[in-house]
T-cell receptor, first 110, second 112 residues
Framework: QKEVEQDPGPLSVPEGAIVSLNCTYS??????FMWYRQYSRKGPELLMYTYSSGNKEDGRFTAQVDKSSKYISLFIRDSQPSDSATYLC??????????WGAGTKLIIKP | NAGVTQTPKFQVLKTGQSMTLQCAQD?????MYWYRQDPGMGLRLIYYSASEGTTDKGEVPNGYNVSRLNKREFSLRLESAAPSQTSVYFC???????????FGPGTRLTVL
């Protein structure tokens, strides 16, 4: 079993919809959680970074961490075609290394 | 600031050939990383350098070597390429610890 599980998709939604992307993890010691966005043929770029449980909002993006359920989410409001990308979740382990989900491919249809 | 740069962007090798992937960062970061990305596998750490002068193995180090040339540069060498090393390779850098990792544009390597 992988330490971080993420549905690879693809997830296809119409423009303007609310998108929910999720990851589950097995190590209860994880405390730092990240979402990276990766456009086709590009490197990943950090989108959201949260510590411990709770919500963090940045514009149309909201990151949510539920440590009791070992579950993190990324919500995208008013989705745009430019949001079409692969979204990777990542967590920092006790050696300060990133543990990655496989990534979810998101397609926003105009 | 260019951030993290990688060369080459694309490379095709024959089995058994060797090559070095170059990475440089201009953010004065202490830590640098090499990952490979394969479909459905996410990113897997090959080697990392927590600071200038140190290197350590990651999750998938077999078949690779690294050199931290100075604070800016971190190279990845394939001594005898194998088809299983066909992948996209990313270099990243960070301030270390829990700091954000910043990624380069990647090198697409095909081994025939």
């Amino acid at each position: 079993q992988k330490e971080v599980e993420q549905d690879p998709g693809p997830l296809s939604v119409p423009e303007g919809a609310i998108v929910s992307l999720n990851c589950t993890y097995s190590n209860s010691a994880f405390q730092y959680f990240m979402w990276y966005r990766q456009y086709s043929r590009k490197g990943p770029e950090l989108l959201m970074y949260t510590y411990s449980s709770g919500n963090k909002e940045d514009g149309r993006f909201t990151a949510q961490v539920d440590k009791s359920s070992k579950y993190i989410s990324l919500f995208i409001r008013d989705s745009q075609p430019s949001d079409s990308a692969t979204y990777l979740c990542a967590m920092i382990d006790s050696n300060y290394q990133l543990i990655w989900g496989a990534g979810t491919k998101l397609i926003i249809k105009p | 600031n260019a951030g993290v740069t990688q060369t080459p962007k694309f490379q095709v090798l024959k089995t058994g050939q060797s090559m070095t992937l170059q990475c440089a960062q201009d953010m004065n970061h202490n830590s640098m990383y090499w990952y490979r990305q394969d479909p459905g596998m996410g990113l897997r750490l090959i080697y990392y350098s927590a600071s200038e002068g140190t290197t350590d193995k990651g999750e998938v180090p077999n078949g690779y070597n690294v050199s931290r040339l100075n604070k800016r540069e971190f190279s990845l060498r394939l001594e005898s390429a194998a088809p299983s090393q066909t992948s996209v390779y990313f270099c990243a850098s960070s301030g270390g610890g829990t700091d954000t990792q910043y990624f380069g544009p990647g090198t697409r390597l095909t081994v025939l």
